[in-house]
T-cell receptor
């Protein structure tokens, strides 16, 4: 069956360390993969998009990698801060389709302790 | 603010009630979506409207009925719901079929629905 999985339900790390979240998928050929942040009681907010032909994308303290051989995307937050605590969602859109086919993972709840 | 608003933010209803959720986007987008988010489960895409026409309906029960009167407004009409329908209902919009073809979703804050 087709599915997208995020490595863990929750991740706790010390402030200042790098947080690494994993998104694995099976039986898809993604055109691109997106990462979103969701705070309690709010809708997800788009962070980064990486296309199938890109290996890495950066935005300030955020970095996303995409390995189509491993069928995996990694999301890194460097110099993590308590304000980075939130749930992070990955989403992919299969190749030759549009957002009407977007599939989300169940999310990883990240907690950064001071 | 993302430019997508939803009302009400919270709704409690009985199984025999009829209610509607409203979504409005101020981003000039041409596609709108309804999602269901339940605890510890992935976001479930329910309905997609592109250019005001429904293009996706992911086997959602008929007790959920969407309506898209124009590209800025989206409704979800609810009737005879079940307790398992209790969830966060999220509306989103995107610019579909654009040159960028990123389909980035812009979400509203959601409506927390409780069915008694």
């Amino acid at each position: 069956s087709q599915k997208i999985e995020q490595n863990s339900e929750a991740l706790n790390i010390q402030e200042g360390k790098t947080a690494t979240l994993t998104c694995n998928y099976t039986n898809y050929s993604p055109a691109y993969l997106q990462w979103y942040r969701q705070d309690p009681g709010r809708g997800p907010v788009f962070l980064l998009l990486i296309r199938e032909n890109e290996k890495e994308k950066r935005k300030e303290r955020l970095k996303v990698t995409f390995d189509t051989t491993l069928k995996q995307s990694l999301f890194h937050i460097t110099a993590s801060q308590p304000a980075d605590s939130a749930t992070y969602l990955c989403a992919l859109v299969p190749i030759y389709s549009s957002a009407s086919k977007i599939i989300f993972g169940s999310g990883t709840r990240l907690s950064i302790r001071p | 603010e993302t430019g997508v608003t939803q009302t009400p933010r919270h709704l409690v209803m009985g199984m025999t009630n009829k209610k509607s959720l409203k979504c409005e986007q101020h981003l000039g987008h041409n596609a709108m979506y309804w999602y269901k988010q339940s605890a510890k489960k992935p976001l479930e895409l329910m309905f997609v409207y592109s250019l005001e026409e429904r293009v996706e309906n992911n086997s959602v029960p008929s007790r959920f009925s969407p309506e898209c009167p124009n590209s800025s407004h989206l409704f979800l009409h609810l009737h005879t719901l079940q307790p398992e329908d209790s969830a966060l209902y999220l509306c989103a919009s995107s610019q579909d079929h654009s040159e960028l073809i990123t389909d980035t979703q812009y979400f509203g804050p959601g409506t927390r629905l409780t069915v008694l």
